[in-house]
């Protein structure tokens, strides 16, 4: 189940997480980073939108925009990880 994505709807971007049910989640510093990049990639602050398609994959032919990312906690942890200069952690 992945627990952050993002697309594009429309003219607009939509960011959605799982994340943060209770305060002390935020208390994660990779937590706060993945919020904050992607409340910024929503407001159009940060991030390009992706290239249009010309046409529609049929497996999303319902979704409006061609970007819905989906990710795993452990792949946007190893992301974050990475983004911050420190090596992905073996699990």
């Avoid at 990710?71 to 990475?82: I, K, N, P, V, W």
Wanted: aromatic share 8%.
């Amino acid at each position: 189940m992945p627990v952050v994505w993002k697309k594009l709807y429309g003219k607009g971007r939509v960011f959605y997480t799982s994340l943060g049910h209770v305060a002390a989640d935020f208390d994660v510093p990779e937590a706060r980073e993945i919020v904050k990049r992607g409340l910024l990639w929503a407001a159009r602050v940060a991030g390009e939108d992706p290239p249009k398609r010309t046409s529609t994959p049929r497996s999303s032919s319902r979704n409006e925009g061609p970007s819905l990312r989906l990710y795993s906690e452990g792949a946007l942890r190893e992301q974050a990880e990475r983004d911050s200069g420190r090596s992905p952690k073996k699990r």
